[in-house]
């Protein structure tokens, strides 16, 4: 499956944006889609996941209760909603896919349970 996500830009401190992820082929629903951001310098590290079904989702500590992470398998996309955004939420945003071997936040917060990874979408948040 190909992935391609959008939807970055310039916002500020306060504001929201939604990423969105589209993903190529008839089995898109097959996959636990992820996404992951990676700041100037730093590592990529975890951000949301939903299931396959979209019956399950994880967020990191750092972003929970104000991104929420969805999918419309029919459409083949998943988003992103981010509110409340925060200078240090700036980064580029990847989607990735995959079949994650346990669905639990340990596993699935791992860069190596993903095999595919969209190119990101820059999200700059100015204070």
């Known amino acids: 499956v190909q992935l391609q996500a959008y939807g970055g830009g310039l916002v500020q401190a306060g504001g929201s944006l939604r990423l969105s992820c589209a993903g190529s082929?008839?089995?898109?629903?097959?996959?636990?889609v992820g996404w992951f951001r990676q700041a100037p310098g730093k590592e990529r590290e975890f951000v949301a996941v939903i299931s396959s079904s979209g019956g399950t989702t994880y967020s990191s500590d750092s972003v929970k209760g104000r991104f929420t992470i969805s999918r419309d398998n029919a459409r083949n996309t998943a988003a992103l909603q981010m509110n409340s955004l925060k200078p240090e939420d700036t980064a580029v945003y990847y989607c990735?896919?995959?079949?994650?071997?346990?669905?639990?936040?340990?596993?699935?917060?791992?860069?190596?349970?993903?095999?595919?990874w969209g190119h990101g979408t820059l999200v700059t948040v100015s204070s």
């Open positions: 990735a896919a995959g079949v994650v071997r346990s669905f639990t936040y340990y596993y699935t917060s791992s860069k190596s349970e993903y095999r595919y």
């Open positions: 082929g008839r089995t898109f629903s097959r996959y636990d």
